[in-house]
């Protein structure tokens, strides 16, 4: 195993810290911002629809017709939301962490940080673009995409579709990053980045001066031996001159 790999169990603890700041933030962001009579309507819509089916008073199919219309409803209501949610996690996952050069809190409370992966210099679009699935910027943007450009019965047959497929990309990117020993995701590969510890980096760079100290030290001390060497050869050849 790569010892630079960090433990999964940092990156997965960093990530739940990361998105319940996200989380935090943007729904202080949406008190303040956006109106939510009708998200709240819904939501009651939908916890009656739910109490329903507890009791047993709607069958499975009639609940499942009727919970695709809440679900599309709440959706539809509530793109001022996902909209700030795109905005605060496009903030805090890419502004600051290229600012932070590849750290959040989170990953500052754990020891790890977002680094590149073939030494490149990391841009704030390789942040971006690592957001995009392991973040679910992607996800929220396709969304607001597909509601606005949709009817009302094509999106409900898709958007169950589409969820599944971006479920998919986080359980594959997940399992990589488990058993990869670069511990690379797709969210990696998509950024060509990586994430390392914080502490196994800097020793590794400690141990790089260290070596390239060494080495300008050997040169040093070749050089010396050579002017030595030369200034021996010169009283030889004087002396044998005489």
């Known amino acids: 195993m790569n010892r630079r790999k960090p433990y999964i169990y940092k990156r997965v603890i960093a990530f739940i810290i990361d998105t319940l700041i996200v989380t935090i933030l943007s729904g202080i962001l949406t008190i303040i911002f956006t109106n939510n009579e009708k998200y709240n309507e819904d939501n009651k819509k939908l916890l009656e629809l739910t109490e329903k089916i507890t009791q047993e008073k709607v069958n499975q199919e009639e609940y499942m017709?009727?919970?695709?219309?809440?679900?599309y409803n709440l959706t539809k209501d509530?793109?001022?939301?996902?909209?700030?949610?795109?905005?605060?996690?496009?903030?805090y996952f890419t502004v600051m962490c290229y600012f932070c050069h590849g750290i959040t809190l989170g990953k500052y409370i754990l020891k790890i940080k977002v680094t590149s992966a073939n030494d490149k210099p990391l841009?704030?679009?390789?942040?971006?673009?690592?957001?995009?699935?392991?973040?679910?910027?992607?996800?929220?943007?396709?969304?607001i995409v597909l509601i606005n450009t949709l009817s009302k019965e094509s999106y409900i047959n898709i958007s169950g579709r589409i969820g599944d497929v971006f479920t998919i990309?986080?359980?594959?990117?997940f399992i990589m990053m488990m058993y990869r020993d670069d511990g690379r995701g797709l969210h990696d590969f998509l950024g060509n980045t990586k994430v390392v510890s914080i502490k196994d980096e800097d020793n590794e760079k400690?141990?790089?001066?260290?070596?390239?100290?060494?080495v300008e030290e050997t040169k040093k001390n070749n050089k010396k031996g050579e002017v030595k060497e030369n200034e021996r050869t010169i009283r030889t050849r004087n002396s044998k001159k005489k």
């Open 123 to 143: 841009n704030i679009f390789n942040y971006f673009l690592r957001s995009l699935i392991i973040n679910s910027v992607l996800s929220n943007i396709v969304t």
């Open 78 to 91: 509530s793109l001022d939301v996902t909209i700030i949610t795109i905005g605060v996690t496009i903030v």
């Open 206 to 214: 400690n141990k790089e001066i260290e070596e390239a100290t060494i």
């Open 169 to 173: 990309l986080m359980v594959v990117s």
């Open 65 to 71: 017709q009727e919970f695709k219309e809440i679900n």
